[in-house]
């Protein structure tokens, strides 16, 4: 398990692995999102010995801690997993897994960009400069976590505040895109 | 002159100019920003070259348009000069072609400490990659 923490700075991050015992790396810069077209958090991607994708990004959780708002169960992915390492099943075809993902569209990438200068503005203390990219990005891609989401708490908006809610339900509207495939239902 | 920040594999910090809108960069501050030089044959890294079909666009006088030279690269750009912030995608074709054929692109991050990994240190082991976030 190697950790990709989508925070700004380490210290956002710290706090809350005190008890992880796998390498966590920052992406401040949300390199990885670009390169995975990653959308929302928590994404899992499964790569196998020879560093290809066995499990493209898939929304999948540890415990079942947000079960109630996700609607999410953790254990059936984590049969999944458990059957990969153990007798290296893939739950998904290789014809099935390309294509699940979706390529960023030229607007995402671009919002990728916007949230680069943003957060570097940031860092040199230019809000001016960074509202407005923040704002670029959010209009790019309204629909991407990695950026709306991610964005408010450096914009100083509450993360569970008014334009949280307001995000939440538009996403809702468009109806809840996600670059990848969707959670492991328990079966029968 | 001013100090101009690119984002790209890294952040690095540049002396550049602004004229007409364009930011201009040392010719010698290429491949320390993109990664690539400019050479006779074209864009070059290592042994690779790609050829660029109308040099003198890339080109103010000793200088280079970063915007430009990454249009050639085809690697999306957003320039800033009043920030003095640039920031440049990858090269969008390989990207979405690695992503088509399930190849795990790779890349360098540092862990909570500083200390620098590769997703290369992993090969030969199954892996999971957990995007997550605190916001």
């Known amino acids: 398990m190697i950790g990709v923490a989508l925070d700004d700075s380490p210290d956002d991050v710290k706090p809350f692995t005190d008890e992880i015992t796998f390498p966590v790396l920052l992406d401040a810069q949300h390199l990885t999102t670009?390169?995975?077209a990653i959308s929302n958090v928590p994404t899992v991607i499964w790569i196998d010995e020879e560093d290809r994708i066995a499990r493209p990004n898939g929304v999948a959780?540890?415990?079942?801690?947000?079960?109630?708002f996700t609607g999410?169960?953790?254990?059936?992915?984590?049969?999944?997993?458990?059957?990969?390492?153990?007798?290296?099943?893939?739950?998904?075809?290789?014809e099935d897994a390309r294509g699940a993902v979706g390529q960023l569209s030229d607007d995402e990438v671009r919002a990728r960009l916007h949230f680069r200068i943003a957060t570097e503005a940031r860092r040199h203390g230019d809000e001016e400069a960074a509202r407005r990219h923040f704002v670029q990005a959010a209009q790019l891609a309204p629909n991407d976590w990695t950026i709306r989401r991610a964005s408010m708490p450096l914009v100083g908006d509450d993360p569970f505040g008014p334009a949280f809610f307001e995000f939440y339900e538009e996403w809702q509207r468009n109806g809840r895109p996600y670059h990848g495939l969707g959670p492991t239902l328990a079966s029968g | 002159m001013t100090q101009f920040t690119v984002i790209a594999e890294d952040v690095r910090v540049f002396d550049a100019t602004v004229r007409d809108g364009r930011m201009l960069l040392r010719s010698?501050?290429?491949?320390?920003?993109l990664g690539w030089?400019?050479?006779p044959e074209g864009l070059c890294?290592?042994?690779?070259?790609?050829?660029?079909r109308d040099v003198e666009s890339l080109r103010v006088e000793?200088?280079?348009d970063l915007a430009a030279v990454a249009g050639a690269l085809r690697r999306p750009v957003v320039v800033d000069n009043d920030?003095?912030?640039?920031?440049?995608?990858?090269?969008?074709?390989?990207?979405?072609?690695?992503?088509?054929?399930?190849?795990?692109?790779?890349?360098?991050?540092p862990d909570l400490d500083g200390r620098v990994h590769d997703l290369a240190e992993w090969h030969g082991r199954k892996k999971l990659l957990l995007a997550f976030a605190t916001w």
């Open chain 2, 83 to 109: 920030a003095g912030i640039a920031a440049v995608a990858l090269p969008a074709e390989e990207r979405a072609r690695a992503l088509d054929a399930l190849e795990a692109p790779q890349f360098t991050l």
């Open chain 1, 61 to 68: 959780y540890g415990t079942d801690t947000f079960k109630d």
């Open chain 2, 45 to 52: 890294r290592g042994d690779v070259c790609v050829p660029v």
């Open chain 2, 37 to 39: 030089e400019l050479k």
């Open chain 1, 34 to 36: 670009e390169l995975y």
């Open chain 2, 62 to 64: 000793d200088r280079l």
């Open chain 2, 28 to 33: 010698g501050d290429l491949p320390s920003a």
């Open chain 1, 72 to 94: 999410v169960e953790a254990e059936p992915h984590l049969d999944e997993i458990r059957r990969w390492v153990r007798e290296g099943v893939v739950p998904i075809a290789r």
